[in-house]
């Protein structure tokens, strides 16, 4: 089984989070796969801004995920662990890259996207980061 190492963010701005729907109709958040000893956390902006045309700043680590799934184009089982990070973006401005196969997404307030976001690891994932957003937004002012 390939392994692959990716990053990603969970992106707030005020009591919202960034979600996207991809080419498949899947409610998602913005991530993509360290290559060439890229560090995770600039990884996970540069996805951030390339996916969803966002600008954010990460505020702290939001933990791990994996899961698993068969490739078709490469007829293999593919074996991804993403590395999550909270950001803070200033404004809801985005720009979807539709370029990327994305039909959709921006920010939505939190109950309104854990019930549109597809899997629920991500949906865990969004509850407890926006928990920890909550209490590092109160610190930081």
């Known amino acids: 089984m390939r392994q692959r190492n990716c990053a990603g963010g969970v992106v707030f701005t005020n009591d919202k989070v960034l979600i996207l729907c991809n080419e498949k109709g899947e409610w998602v958040l913005p991530k993509g796969i360290i290559r060439n000893g890229e560090l995770a956390s600039n990884v996970a902006m540069a ?51 539709k370029e990327e196969g994305f039909q959709d997404g921006g920010f939505y307030p939190v109950e309104e996207a854990t019930d549109l976001i597809t899997y629920s690891q991500d949906r865990a994932l969004v509850r407890l980061s926006f928990d920890k957003y909550l209490v590092l937004r109160k610190v930081n002012t």
Do not use: C
């Open 47 to 97: 996805r951030v801004k390339h996916e969803a045309g966002v600008e954010a700043k990460i505020l702290a680590p939001a933990g791990e995920t994996r899961y698993e799934f068969f490739s078709v184009s490469r007829r293999a089982p593919i074996s991804n662990k993403i590395n999550w990070f909270i950001m803070q973006a200033s404004s809801e401005d985005h720009a979807i890259n």
